[in-house]
């Protein structure tokens, strides 16, 4: 079974300063897809960055990096330089694959992430 | 390119009813997956269909049923609406389901 934990429900940051979303998985696949994307109040779902087990390297995406400890089972987000633009939750998840062989996607409960100016 | 389009954005149903929710996929992507939204439950999978057939299925009663057509669009049914089902209805699409998932704007279903 997958599973995603998000400890954090919220957070604040002072804008311009970096922030650390954390996110912690559990799956017996051995091989897996992590994902974090960002929701503001308007609702959707805004993809940020993506890193697969096997890659080497932690994923960078602009403001945006994933720090990949795949022995502590950990993926957290770290985002840089904090713009009022970034208030918004935060979701952590997990691509594996159900008994059945196909993928599953499988989201963590969110961190709302508040910058203040 | 175009995003994921869902329709409608907004929907008020009575208890009892029934509603059918759409989306459309991004052009080429063809694996379309669902999700209901709650304050209390989070984000939770309903179903995921890739070339017309299901592929995954989430915890969700049999009242929640979804298709996809041929040409990816993908349509989700809840039949006999309970006050419950209130809720942020998301579709995501994506070409393999290898990369980021494209998400909809969402069908926000209440049921009174």
């Known amino acids: 079974a997958q599973k995603i934990t998000q400890t954090q429900p919220g957070m604040f940051v002072q804008e311009k300063e970096a922030v650390t979303l954390d996110c912690t998985y559990d799956?017996?696949?051995?091989?897996?897809?992590l994902f974090w994307y960002k929701q503001p109040s308007s609702g959707e779902m805004i993809f940020l960055i993506y890193?697969?087990?096997?890659?080497?390297q932690n994923a960078t995406e602009g403001r945006y990096s994933l720090n990949f400890q795949k022995a502590r089972k950990s993926a957290n987000l770290v985002i840089s330089a904090s713009q009022l633009g970034d208030s918004a939750m935060y979701f952590c998840?997990?691509?594996?694959?159900?008994?059945?062989?196909?993928?599953?996607?499988?989201f963590g409960t969110g961190t709302k992430l508040q910058v203040i100016p | 390119k175009a995003g994921v389009t869902q329709t409608p954005r907004y929907l008020i149903k009575t208890r009892g009813q029934q509603v059918t929710l759409s989306c459309s996929p991004i052009s080429g992507h063809r694996s379309v997956s669902w999700y209901q939204q709650t304050p209390g439950q989070g984000l939770q999978f309903l179903f995921e269909y890739f070339s017309e057939t299901q592929r995954n299925k989430g915890n969700f009663p049999g009242r929640f049923s979804g298709r996809q057509f041929s040409n990816s669009r993908s349509e989700m049914n809840v039949s006999t609406l309970e006050l419950g089902d209130s809720a942020l209805y998301l579709c995501?699409?994506?070409?393999?389901?290898?990369?980021?998932?494209?998400f909809g704007s969402g069908t926000r279903l209440t049921v009174v």
């Open positions: 998840a997990m691509r594996g694959v159900n008994s059945g062989g196909y993928q599953k996607v499988t």
């Open positions: 890193q697969g087990s096997y890659d080497q």
């Open positions: 799956t017996s696949d051995p091989s897996y897809g």
């Open positions: 995501a699409s994506s070409f393999s389901g290898d990369e980021g998932y494209t």
